[in-house]
């Protein structure tokens, strides 16, 4: 079993920076991808970035190309977001996800284990 927290989130103006944190903990020698969703209210979740824990490749949405930037410490099993120039389409509760297997899955599907998320408010 992996467990997942998210630390980071909260309020901030449009244009405004925030960076999320993931900690995993528990059997994490089987985490292969770690990725963020986010869902909005009445919006279905969608994956905002992801991140190869061994290779290091990455994915981004479009939406975020360029303002998202998604990292990873190995040696302590987290995950970042770092995101830049915010605007309050970003507004939403933001997921961390890990999976066991494959490169980095695209659909909520292939995660395995799910943080129990933090909100992220952008005010215009």
């Known amino acids: 079993q992996v467990q997942l927290v998210e630390f980071g989130g909260g309020l901030v103006q449009a244009g405004g920076s925030l960076r999320l944190s993931c900690a995993a903990s528990?059997?994490?020698?089987?985490?292969?991808?770690m990725g963020w969703y986010r869902q909005a209210p009445g919006k279905e979740r969608e994956l905002v970035a992801a991140i190869n824990w061994s290779r290091g490749s990455k994915y981004y949405a479009d939406s975020v190309k360029g303002r998202f930037t998604i990292s990873k410490d190995n040696t302590k099993s987290t995950v970042f977001l770092q995101m830049n120039s915010l605007r309050p389409e970003d507004t939403a509760v933001y997921y961390c996800a890990a999976t066991r297997g494959g490169l980095i899955p695209l659909g909520q599907q292939g995660y395995d284990y799910w943080g129990q998320g933090t909100q992220v408010t952008v005010s215009s």
């Open positions: 528990g059997d994490t020698h089987c985490i292969s991808a």
